[in-house]
């Protein structure tokens, strides 16, 4: 919830009728909508649903950028484990790491009730064994093996037919997965290119995006991951007429965006709401989490960020 003042007009004590609207009902259990033993429970905020949540995810990057480890990611989530559901390695780094180093790391995130995802590596897979199908289901079993609980299937790189992307959903799923497409409107998303290079790859019209996110959804997806860039990422200007046409037609549960920068966040859940489905950076917990409480914010969402029910 807001600051005292926002809710009220004064800097009086909230009234007794005020706590009953915006606080947790007494008759709920605190362990299913707030984290336990902190020392501000009398402060209202948005409550925050227990995990596995439907909605209001979020989706952290592990390894890539910075060498995330098994130890640095069970600090984190012994302090912030409240406000993470998933964890999403990159660039295919899992495939560095020792077997055995890489299946402590996704136990210690089960241990805190957070689902691990492959990120996107299946489009290498294909693209080197030709679309093998063996090749391809040898894959899906050892992800499976080792933990996993997300397959993200990216179409940055790979001009793919639809319906094959429908049988990589099955296939995903077959084998124990939540397959979790990715679809975006820029060509060759996904690798550090410039402005430019991306401008110069051209865009799809976002009617492809949502026509192809439906029969993914239809196929069995578990999630839609909406890629950044060429809307809010390596762009001149935003592309928010994308953003807004992708939530009027697809149903918001099963759309996470991607959101690297803090004002990208803020742009979604100050137009979508604190449940939008997110995904950033592991450095920008804390930061979301505040503004998903609204206890916290920019001039543009300071106070404004409200739940109710």
Same mark, same amino acid.
């Given at each position: %919830?807001?600051?005292?003042?926002?809710?009220?007009?004064?800097?009086?004590?909230?009234? $007794?009728?005020?706590?009953?609207?915006?606080?947790?009902?007494?008759?709920? +259990?605190?362990?299913?909508?707030?984290?336990?033993? *902190?020392?501000?429970?009398?402060?209202?905020?948005?409550?925050?649903?227990?995990?596995?949540?439907?909605?209001?995810?979020?989706?952290?990057?592990?390894?890539? #950028?910075?060498?995330?480890?098994?130890?640095?990611?069970?600090?984190?989530?012994?302090?912030?484990?409240?406000?993470?559901?998933?964890?999403?390695?990159?660039?295919? $780094?899992?495939?560095?790491?020792?077997?055995?180093?890489? *299946?402590?790391?996704?136990?210690?995130?089960?241990?805190?009730?957070?689902?691990?995802?492959?990120?996107?590596?299946?489009?290498?897979?294909?693209?080197?064994?030709?679309? +093998?199908?063996?090749?391809?289901?040898? #894959?899906?079993?050892?992800?499976?093996?080792?933990?996993?609980?997300?397959?993200?299937? $990216?179409?940055?790189?790979?001009?793919?037919?639809?319906? /094959?992307?429908?049988?990589? &959903?099955?296939?995903?799923?077959?084998?124990?997965?939540?397959?979790?497409?990715?679809?975006?409107?820029?060509?060759?998303?996904?690798?550090?290119?410039?402005?430019?290079?991306?401008?110069?790859?051209?865009?799809?019209?976002?009617?492809?995006?949502?026509?192809?996110?439906?029969?993914?959804?239809?196929?069995?997806?578990? %999630?839609?991951? &909406?890629?950044?860039?060429?809307?809010?990422?390596?762009?001149?200007?935003?592309?928010?007429?994308? &953003?807004?046409?992708?939530?009027?037609?697809?149903?918001?549960?099963?759309? %996470?965006?991607?959101?690297?920068?803090?004002?990208?966040? $803020?742009?979604? &859940?100050?137009?979508?709401?604190?449940?939008?489905?997110?995904?950033? /950076?592991?450095?920008?917990?804390?930061?979301?989490?505040?503004?998903?409480?609204?206890?916290?914010?920019?001039?543009?969402?300071?106070?404004?960020?409200?739940?109710?029910?």
């Amino acid at each position: %919830m807001s600051l005292l003042r926002a809710l009220t007009g004064t800097a009086r004590p909230i009234s $007794s009728a005020s706590r009953r609207l915006f606080s947790v009902s007494p008759r709920a +259990s605190e362990s299913q909508v707030r984290p336990s033993g *902190t020392a501000f429970e009398f402060l209202p905020t948005n409550p925050l649903p227990p995990k596995p949540r439907k909605q209001g995810l979020t989706e952290i990057r592990g390894p890539y #950028y910075a060498p995330v480890g098994q130890k640095y990611i069970d600090e984190l989530l012994s302090d912030w484990g409240d406000y993470v559901d998933g964890i999403k390695f990159a660039g295919g $780094s899992f495939s560095l790491m020792p077997k055995e180093r890489l *299946t402590a790391f996704i136990e210690t995130a089960h241990k805190h009730n957070c689902y691990v995802s492959t990120g996107g590596f299946i489009e290498r897979v294909i693209a080197t064994s030709g679309g +093998s199908k063996d090749v391809i289901s040898k #894959y899906l079993k050892a992800c499976k093996d080792v933990g996993f609980d997300v397959l993200e299937i $990216s179409s940055g790189f790979l001009s793919i037919p639809t319906s /094959d992307w429908q049988f990589l &959903i099955e296939l995903t799923a077959q084998h124990g997965l939540k397959p979790k497409p990715e679809v975006g409107i820029q060509w060759g998303a996904g690798g550090d290119a410039s402005v430019e290079e991306l401008e110069s790859a051209g865009t799809r019209d976002v009617g492809w995006v949502i026509e192809r996110a439906e029969k993914f959804i239809g196929a069995g997806a578990h %999630m839609i991951m &909406i890629e950044s860039e060429g809307i809010t990422e390596n762009v001149k200007s935003w592309r928010t007429d994308v &953003i807004s046409g992708i939530n009027s037609k697809l149903p918001t549960e099963k759309v %996470m965006f991607e959101a690297a920068e803090p004002e990208v966040f $803020s742009y979604h &859940i100050q137009n979508t709401g604190a449940t939008a489905n997110l995904f950033i /950076d592991h450095s920008q917990i804390v930061q979301l989490a505040c503004l998903r409480r609204g206890i916290w914010g920019t001039g543009a969402t300071f106070g404004r960020v409200v739940t109710v029910g």
